[in-house]
């Protein structure tokens, strides 16, 4: 039996996405939650637990993208057609996010509040349009003759427009279980109040984003509730329902590091429905990964740099939040 190279590139490729969702979205979360962190203090100290790591998690955005290039030229095409305004508009979000990170720590204080807008725009808007280009590929791009036939602005819809507002919540909570684990204090204080409506607003967008998705495609519905897949499947909603209990728990109790461990959980859950709504096809409505991959000879021969370079970002990326663990004080600093 041959290796299923479609399949791996498939895994790596979902694996690289999973990553940055779980690892960039904390600290684009921070950004949306600056402003309800008044105090400049407080603000310092916030964007300090991520100075030193927030730009080695976007690693993963990059090999995400440079895999489906490698692998599934065809999904890149698409995608990058039919969405490249929300792209475009995503990294215009990001670069405005990298450069307040800069800027702001050199700022002088009669200065340092544009950086801060810079960096809660940039990170708003960087949020929304992931979650946008989100929702535009899960509700399907058509495929014509090898290329996308349809317009510029067809992403503007009810249900990517609901993703994006998703996402923002979802990485707020991310942010706020960060700052709970990584500070203390009044900050922290703020950050466990703050963090109870934003799961509940989440679920409430989980909730909403698992009906609407079978309800607007048939084949998705079948999936999910379909004997035996719906005992195979149920797994994934009862383990939200359980993840939001034990978060609900812990903020009770005051413990700083579950309700962090627990938004990954829930991020991760949510990333899983996703995929097994779309299983096998990397392009939805109907191409599968086998139809979308690359020859064998470019897949082999990128896998063997896949293999090797993963392993490094892995490891470089553990060393760094382990040489940054603990808390952040008022006095840390980024220089």
């Known amino acids: ?66 895999g489906l290039l490698a692998a599934f030229p065809l999904v890149y095409s698409v995608v990058l057609t039919a969405l490249y305004l929300p ?41 929304f349009f992931q979650g946008v280009v989100l929702g535009a590929y899960v509700s399907g791009l058509p495929v014509e003759n090898g290329a996308y036939p349809g317009g510029p602005l067809d992403w503007i819809a009810p249900f990517p427009l609901f993703t994006g507002v998703a996402l923002v919540f979802a990485y707020a909570l991310l942010g706020s279980t960060w700052l709970i684990m990584k500070t203390e204090g009044e900050l922290q204080f703020r950050m466990f109040h703050l963090t109870r409506p934003l799961m509940w607003i989440l679920l409430a967008a989980i909730a909403v984003i698992s009906l609407w998705t079978p309800l607007r495609d048939p084949v998705i519905a079948e999936r999910w509730f379909s004997f035996p897949n ?42 899983a429905g996703l995929a097994i709504s779309g299983w096998p096809n990397i392009l939805p409505p109907d191409i599968s990964i086998w139809e979308a991959a690359a020859p064998p000879q470019s897949l082999g021969f990128a896998l063997v740099g896949a293999l090797l370079i993963i392993p490094f970002i892995l490891m470089y ?13 008022p006095g840390d600093g980024y220089h």
């Open 87 to 127: 792209l475009i508009f995503m990294l215009l979000g990001l670069i405005f996010r990298g450069i307040a990170f800069e800027f702001r720590f050199k700022a002088r204080d009669h200065e340092r509040h544009i950086w801060d807008k810079a960096f809660i725009g940039g990170s708003f808007t960087a949020t």
């Open 1 to 66: 039996m041959g290796i299923d190279l479609p399949l791996i590139w498939a895994l790596i490729i979902g694996f690289g996405v999973m990553m940055y969702v779980l690892m960039d979205g904390f600290d684009l979360g921070i950004g949306i939650l600056y402003p309800f962190i008044p105090d400049r203090h407080h603000r310092d100290v916030a964007m300090n637990t991520v100075a030193p790591v927030w730009d080695g998690n976007e690693t993963w955005l990059v090999l995400g993208g440079a």
């Open 230 to 271: 719906i005992v195979w499947f149920s797994p994934v909603p009862l383990l939200v329902v359980g993840a939001a209990l034990l978060m609900q728990r812990a903020l009770a109790r005051g413990r700083p590091v579950a309700p962090f461990l627990l938004a990954l959980l829930l991020m991760f859950l949510g990333y």
């Open 317 to 329: 990326t553990a060393f760094a939040y382990y040489v940054f663990r603990g808390k952040v004080r």
